[in-house]
C-alpha cells in the first residue's frame, strides 16, 4: 500500500472530534490541534496512539492534508494568518456559512446564491488546494453514520481534480463513500439549506445507489 497523505484535523469541536474519531476507527493516523492545547491532548488520549496532539503551527507544518474544523469566518483569517505555512497543503473545508437567526432556526450570512467554499477559494494561500469535504452533516449523523454496510455518501467537490485521489481516501477512511460533485461552484449544493445537505432537501443520509439517483 502507498504512503497515504498526513492528516491534519484543526479545531475539535463536534465536527472535528468527529471526523478524528472516524479516522481512528478507519485506521488513518490524525494530527490533532486545537487554540487550546490541553484539548488536543485530551482528545488524543482518549482516541489512542493513531493520534497526534499538536500546537496549531506545528500541525500546519507536519500535515499534508489540513481540515479546518472551525467556523467560516475565523476560516478566512486563519487563511491570512498562516498563509505562507499552507503553500503547497490541501485545505479541506466542512463549514457553513451561517448563524442564528432572530426567532430561532439558522440564517445564511453570506450572499443568498454564494457558498463558503466559493468565498474562501477567492482566498486560499497561494499554492494551495481546497476541497468542500466533511460539512454534508451534522456533527450527530457525522459520528453515528460512519463505518456503516452498505456504506453511506459524503458529498465532496473541488475545483483541482488532481487531489480526488486523497480526499476519496480520506473520506472512505473516515468511513463514508465519496462522491465528487464537480468544482467549487457545487459547493452551495452541500452546504447548509442546500439541495444535497442533511439540513437542506435532502434531509437524510443516502448510500451511493440512492446518491446516484439524488444527482
Known amino acids: 500500500m502507498s504512503q497515504k497523505s498526513k492528516v491534519a484535523v484543526i479545531g475539535l469541536g463536534n465536527i472535528g472530534g468527529a471526523v478524528a474519531s472516524n479516522l481512528v476507527k478507519g485506521g488513518r493516523p490524525v494530527i490533532v490541534a486545537d487554540r487550546t492545547f490541553a484539548k488536543a491532548k485530551e482528545l488524543a488520549q482518549k ?15 507536519e500535515a499534508d492534508i489540513i481540515i479546518l474544523a472551525i467556523y467560516f469566518n475565523p476560516i478566512q483569517e ?3 494568518q498562516y498563509a505562507s505555512d499552507l503553500a503547497g497543503k490541501i485545505i ?6 451561517i448563524a442564528p437567526a432572530d426567532g430561532g432556526g439558522f440564517k ?8 463558503a467554499g466559493q468565498v474562501l477559494s477567492a482566498q486560499l494561500p497561494k499554492g494551495a488546494k481546497l476541497a468542500k469535504a ?17 456504506a453511506n455518501v459524503l458529498f465532496y467537490a473541488t475545483n483541482d481534480i488532481s487531489i480526488n485521489t486523497e480526499i476519496g481516501e480520506l473520506i472512505r477512511d ?6 465528487y460533485l464537480g468544482g467549487i461552484d457545487q459547493a452551495i449544493r452541500i452546504e447548509v439549506f442546500g439541495d444535497l ?14 446518491a446516484k439517483a439524488e444527482i
Do not use: C, M, W, Y
Open 92 to 97: 479541506v473545508d466542512p463549514s457553513n456559512p
Open 197 to 210: 445537505h442533511e439540513f437542506g432537501a435532502l434531509g437524510r443520509t443516502v448510500t451511493l445507489a440512492e
Open 108 to 115: 445564511k450570512i453570506i450572499g443568498e446564491n454564494d457558498s
Open 47 to 61: 482516541l489512542g496512539n493513531l493520534v497526534q496532539p499538536a500546537e496549531i503551527p506545528g500541525a500546519i507544518k
Open 134 to 150: 466533511f460539512g454534508t452533516l451534522g456533527a450527530a449523523t457525522l459520528g453515528n453514520a460512519a463505518h456503516q454496510t452498505p
Open 78 to 80: 486563519f487563511l491570512k
Open 174 to 179: 473516515s468511513g463514508f463513500e465519496p462522491v
